[in-house]
């Protein structure tokens, strides 16, 4: 799983959603709503845009310091979600032509099982939701469009995949070239949210030199993930998301990667103005064999066949709806 999925499912990263989304407005001012695009007889609306195209946006931020570059990616993410709102629309349309739906019922079941997944009370999940910036009703919303749209490759797309030898052995080439020449590596997080003010991150920065100096007097990093890390999703894996690519890190991860041995504690790393994050470099794996993860080449394999016809599918879908974008 890529490092960037430690910032887009944590809780780094909140006061930039704010600052993203906040615009002034002049005192009288009167505001005009935009359709930013119309998908059969219902449009998309410019707020509803901006709102789910913060997790993108906070992305950006974090990952292009230049402005010039940060201006692009921010254009990009806004196309990116907006495709993706269109697609639920059409899964929508859909579904209501095959009398699917979701209920209230399944909802709740979907929370509580996220909420478990991540040893947390439901409560405490709706309040990491909140505090980066999303209503319970939207979290509620994000789930409906996740089970509805299961529901529907189960019914639509699930059918037409089949899976060989050949497929698995095909998504083991791939997988070796997405490693290129530097085995994966497993990595050990304390990520820590620098805070809305000045005062804030400079409070953290010190913690964060606290933390490094604690691990590398032989403190359990397990521990300090515990004790110390805003990442909720890793405190009870001991701040690890797994192997992962070398090339799927951030830049600056991989600077000091290249330097580090098995066991090393790195220093304090900042990621845009959002997050602190220390590594302990857990693992170097050499590039399994095919008969060692045939297992998981299989399971690679089968959800990219599935992902490869649910874009089929789609583009069905738009073949036979009106659609209208206007970004």
Known sequence: MKLARLLRHGIVGLSLASALMATATPAGAIIIEKIVAVVGDKPVLLSDLRRRARPRLIMVAMQQPDPARSAAGETQAFKDTLDDMINERLIEQAADKAHIGVSSEEIDRAMKQKADSLHMTLAALMAEAGREGFSEQDYRDEIRRQLLEGKMIQLRVQGRVRITEADARASYTRFVGELGEESPVELQAVALQLGATPQAALARQALARQVVEQARAGADFCELVKKYSDDVQTRDTCGSRGLQPMKALF????????????????????????????????????????SQIKDQMMERATGEAVEHQRKLWLDELRRGAFLDVRL
Do not use: C, H, T, W
């Open 251 to 290: 830049p600056v991860v991989r600077e000091r990667l290249s330097k580090m041995e098995v066991g090393a504690v790195s220093d304090p790393i900042q990621i845009g103005d959002q997050a602190i994050v220390i590594f302990r470099l857990n693992k170097r794996q050499p590039i399994p064999s095919y």
